[in-house]
């Protein structure tokens, strides 16, 4: 059964350090979001792509974070300067088209020191 | 505004009976709803979904009912087993909102042996 894929699993860094979260969707789903997790919440997006192109990223704060899918295929998140109040799960999820289900890969868990 | 909650944050119950977990909406232009589960440390796993046309809809073991006129989703779990302890999210998308899903906080399902 096809996943989306995510890596790091774990990430544990210093405020101030920059930081990159890969995701590689489920073949052929063209959507890919980005969620961020806070323990004991439940997931909030930060960013939604259609292929190449960014839908909503209403809720990233792009003084720190950017993302990109260039390809219309995998995805980076990138927080810099990484701040403690980042230390959360990161979740890339994907879809078809929307709207459709959307599938979640396992997530990054960032801890920030 | 836009906000998806729960009744309960923890539901305990005993191996074999039948679970029932609440969920109240406050979107009432809201089009789809989907029940996740979560397990520590993973990512959301897509249980069932639920149009706004329907208002029930089965799975395996699973079944969600859905109440407009009271903005109120429920997820029912047969025979309740230990692989069913985890974390359970109901999310919504509101059409006017480019098909964002919107996360509740969720709710803890303890099976008791």
């Known amino acids: 059964e096809a996943e989306v894929a995510q890596s790091p699993r774990y990430k544990i860094t210093e405020k101030s350090q920059a930081v990159a979260f890969w995701c590689d969707p489920i073949?052929?789903?063209?959507?890919l979001y980005w969620y961020r997790q806070i323990l004991g919440q439940g997931p909030e997006l930060l960013v939604q792509?259609?292929?190449?192109?960014?839908?909503?990223d209403s809720q990233l704060p792009k003084d720190r974070f950017s993302a990109e899918r260039l390809k219309g295929v995998d995805s980076t998140l990138k927080i810099q300067p990484a701040e403690l109040g980042d230390s959360a799960m990161y979740l890339c999820?994907?879809?078809?088209?929307?709207?459709?289900?959307?599938?979640f890969g396992p997530g990054t868990r960032l801890t920030v020191l | 505004g836009e906000s998806v909650g729960l009744h309960l944050p923890t539901l305990s119950v005993q191996e074999g009976d039948n679970s029932i977990i609440n969920c109240a909406y406050s979107?009432?232009?809201?089009?789809?709803f989907i029940w996740y589960k979560q397990e520590s440390g993973k990512g959301p796993q897509f249980i069932i979904d639920?149009?706004?046309?329907?208002d029930k809809r089965q799975g395996q073991r699973v079944t969600v009912l859905l109440n407009k006129t009271v903005k109120h989703l429920s997820l029912q779990i047969a025979a309740t087993q230990p692989g069913d302890s985890a974390v359970y999210f109901c999310?919504?998308?509101?059409?006017?909102?480019?098909?964002?899903?919107?996360f509740g906080s969720g709710t803890r399902l303890l099976v008791r042996p």
């Open positions: 999310a919504e998308t509101p059409m006017d909102s480019s098909y964002k899903l919107i």
């Open positions: 639920i149009r706004s046309n329907m």
């Open positions: 792509f259609q292929d190449e192109s960014v839908v909503d």
């Open positions: 073949s052929g789903h063209a959507t």
């Open positions: 999820a994907s879809s078809r088209e929307e709207p459709d289900t959307q599938y």
């Open positions: 979107n009432s232009a809201s089009d789809y």
